[in-house]
């Protein structure tokens, strides 16, 4: 064999051992990454919807549970407040942070977020959900025990249901309950849009989770009387088949009148409310950006999960 043929061979074999080696000193984080960014995004729905329901249930549980003496309607909407603001937190750079089927279904009819992308993103959203309401479950075992003599009920003296999910109150209707879910969703969407409007006034980068926390608040202390005002399908709907099968049985749906229903489809409906009033009322009379209309620049290519970009 000639001298270049050895030269070739010996490089191929540096070039093997080199690969090798390289791979086998990959950081633990490198072996693991997720290269697909589908993946990713559905990932971190999911991690961060299980957050949202795993500290925002747990307030719920542990105001129930402690017979209010730990808690009650402020510490409960406080509590859902910072787990949305924690979650977007989690998930805002990755995913958006939509944490909300309601949401996701918005950024889709906007056209911006594919519709490619949409079961993924709800399947996360709920398998989230779900997850969370078996970690608040399993920490309030003992508790549930003790509360419910072993006997968990949806109405009566010990419910415990609704630590999961949201039940009406005796007064409302099916009709009045719908409409609350429409319009406390709507008003949300509106409220997130302008929130991530970089053309109106908007909030400082970073601190739009504070923000949607915020109106997470103000809306459950202004509208959470009827039904909890769960603005959710997710958070709602998730937990309550969790609790089906968790031992709290086929009540979960038909109470309230079959129930269950409402805050599913009401959600999505005032989602799509929401967002077109905003756009309609609001975006669509923008003037141009001062930048592209002066330097003739083609507009920035938006993001699919992004609120801060326009159509």
Not at 65 to 79: A, D, H, P, Q, V
Not at 81 to 110: D, E, K, Q, R
Not at 133 to 150: E, I, P, R, W
Not at 270 to 280: D, N, V
Request: hydrophobic share 45%.
């Amino acid at each position: 064999m000639s001298e270049t043929g050895n030269a070739k061979k010996s490089n191929r074999r540096v070039s093997k051992y080199s690969n090798l080696t390289m791979k086998g000193n990959r950081s633990f984080k490198e072996k693991i990454a997720l290269k697909n960014s589908l993946a990713k995004e559905a990932l971190s729905e999911f991690f961060a919807t299980c957050l949202l329901i795993t500290i925002g249930c747990g307030c719920v549980a542990q105001t129930v549970l402690s017979r209010g003496t730990e808690g009650g309607f402020l510490t409960i909407n406080l509590g859902f407040a910072m787990a949305v603001t924690m979650a977007i937190y989690v998930s805002g750079g990755v995913s958006g942070g939509h944490i909300n089927p309601a949401v996701s279904f918005a950024m889709c009819l906007t056209g911006r977020l594919k519709w490619a992308k949409f079961p993924f993103y709800v399947s996360a959203q709920f398998l989230g959900a779900i997850t969370g309401s078996a970690l608040v479950f399993g920490n309030y075992h003992d508790a549930l025990k003790a509360y419910t003599g072993g006997i968990l009920t949806v109405e009566g003296p010990n419910a415990t249901a609704h630590i999961f999910a949201t039940y009406p109150s005796p007064f409302l209707s099916i009709t009045n309950g719908f409409a609350d879910q429409v319009m406390s969703t709507a008003l949300m969407l509106i409220l997130v849009f302008a929130i991530f409007d970089s053309k109106n006034l908007g909030a400082p980068k970073g601190l739009e989770p504070i923000a949607i926390g915020l109106l997470i608040l103000v809306l459950g202390l202004s509208m959470g009387f009827n039904s909890g005002c769960a603005m959710n399908p997710a958070r709602d709907l998730g937990p309550r088949i969790f609790t089906s099968l968790a031992g709290w049985g086929t009540e979960v749906f038909t109470a309230g009148n079959n129930w269950w229903w409402v805050p599913v489809v009401g959600p999505m409906l005032g989602a799509a409310i929401g967002a077109c009033l905003y756009i309609i009322c609001i975006e669509a009379h923008h003037d141009e950006d001062p930048v592209d209309k002066h330097n003739n620049l083609e507009p920035e290519p938006y993001e699919k999960h992004e609120l801060t970009k326009k159509l």
